[in-house]
């Protein structure tokens, strides 16, 4: 049994609490979220500007915004069930603004609590 964080940034806002829900019934243990922005769109006009100068227009920006989920997860097949639920919420993600999902093996973790999945 291998621990994982599973990271997932979408862009449409609208399917937050789908993907909560979602991850709750699936026995995700537990879930951090954060508002977000990624630093390249397509279209960006600062693409040749230095990393700082091209950062602080994107964040002064009015672009819409993203959420990002983090969770640790002990259970691969929670794993497996978080990724294929999440998948099918936010859609294919080779699809533009859809979002990014991504997993990280974790070597060591404090403080996770291990949650059944919900029928």
Do not use: C, Y
């Amino acid at each position: 049994m291998a621990t994982n964080l599973l990271v997932l940034v979408i862009d449409d806002t609208h399917k937050e609490l789908d993907i909560l829900e979602a991850w709750e019934k699936a026995g995700v243990p537990g879930v951090t979220i954060l508002d977000s922005q990624g630093s390249r769109r397509e279209g960006n006009e600062h693409d040749d500007l230095p990393l700082f100068v091209s950062l602080r227009a994107v964040l002064s920006s009015e672009e819409s915004r993203n959420r990002t989920f983090f969770s640790v997860i002990d259970d691969d097949a929670t794993l497996e069930r978080a990724i294929l639920v999440a998948q099918q919420i936010v859609g294919d993600f080779r699809d533009r603004h859809t979002g990014i999902l991504f997993v990280v093996p974790v070597t060591r973790a404090w403080g996770i609590l291990r949650v059944m999945p919900r029928e």
